[in-house]
């Protein structure tokens, strides 16, 4: 069973700029959350998907938003990247709601 | 919401020690309790985890703990090895309502030294 993939692996933006990462759960899972990583903050929840719909979302801007496709996929946007916007953002996907299981990873750098 | 606190931030044993790490959490709604071990460069993998309606779960050298009434769960690893080194992350949820989220402690780094 392949398990969760994330595009790119590393992406190095600007400031002002918007990135896009994407996320393909484990086949069979329609749950998708996004987490950012950053250095001495642990895991900190972003975005909750399932069935296509925003469930949840954690205290972050709104300039953090998704959006999950009809094949359970989702991207996460990020708008006029800031510095503190560097991180490891981290996807999960669940059969069930509770077991999450990570992807790799894509680490964003904002210059 | 939920917060989750958890101890220490670095742990280092000898080759063969037992570890332990603490975590305590703030909602007493929450009844789903993970543990994830992230090594470096690398994803965090579900190593064990336990729910509300349990105190104590095992798998192999590795055990949780759930103490609700105290709010606080524990990870134990004995007979540890160095490849038990990594960064190890306890959470809190409460699994079946609409706003599930799993809310993180810090983290703890584990060195064995051989």
């Known amino acids: 069973e392949a398990g969760v993939t994330q595009s790119p692996t590393h992406l190095i933006k600007t400031r002002g700029q918007q990135a896009t990462l994407r996320c393909s759960p484990i086949?069979?899972?329609?749950?998708v959350y996004w987490y950012q990583q950053a250095l001495g903050l642990g895991l900190q929840f972003l975005l909750w998907?399932?069935?296509?719909?925003?469930?949840n979302r954690g205290n972050f801007p709104p300039r953090f938003s998704g959006r999950q496709f009809p094949n359970y996929s989702s991207e996460l946007n990020v708008n006029a990247l800031e510095l503190e916007d560097s991180a490891l953002y981290l996807c999960a996907s669940s059969p069930s709601g509770d077991e999450q299981f990570f992807g790799p990873g894509t680490r964003l750098t904002v210059l | 919401g939920e917060n989750v606190e958890q101890h220490p931030s670095t742990l280092s044993v000898q080759e063969g020690d037992s570890a332990v790490i603490k975590c305590t959490y703030s909602d007493s709604a929450s009844n789903y309790f993970p543990w994830y071990k992230q090594e470096l460069g690398k994803r965090p993998q579900l190593i064990i985890d336990?729910?509300?309606?349990?105190g104590e779960k095992k798998d192999q050298r590795i055990a949780v703990t759930l103490n609700k009434t105290a709010k606080h769960f524990s990870l134990h690893i004995t007979e540890t090895q160095p490849e038990d080194s990594a960064v190890y992350f306890c959470a809190a949820s409460r699994v079946g309502g609409s706003n599930y989220k799993l809310t993180f402690g810090k983290g703890t780094l584990l060195t064995v030294n051989p």
């Open positions: 336990i729910r509300s309606n349990v």
């Open positions: 086949s069979g899972h329609t749950s």
């Open positions: 998907y399932d069935e296509g719909e925003e469930r």
